[in-house]
């Protein structure tokens, strides 16, 4: 994902272009999931998950909000970059779709895009 996407739900929405599908061949196949990706927000957290087929993934256990991961609120002017690696066992030769959403609280997130206004940029992605 070469593009911006930005967003201002309260709550979690897909990251266009942060998807991919794959096909395991059997039963027993892993799936490593590898998510790079860049942005920010200047007046909110940002919570991030890993979703399998509409399913979060991935999820912490710890916290008072559990997701993926999370970024906090950075100064206006920076991006932030995170990695997720994800050794996945689906148990299924059926179609898997992995997506990124973002929960970014009402304020406005930006990926590929500095946490202010999305002037610079940068590039996510994810891979199987």
Known sequence: ?????????????DVT???VTITPQSTTSKILVLVNMCGGSASTNVLINLVRNGTNIAQS?????NQTAFWGLPTSYQMQQMA?????????????TYKIQINPNSGTTYINGRARDGYYGGISSITV
């Open 61 to 65: 256990t710890g916290g008072t909000t």
């Open 17 to 19: 272009g942060l998807s």
């Open 1 to 13: 994902l070469a593009s911006q996407f930005s967003s201002s739900s309260s709550s979690f929405v």
């Open 84 to 96: 997720i690696n994800y050794l996945d066992s689906p148990s299924t030769t059926s179609a898997l």
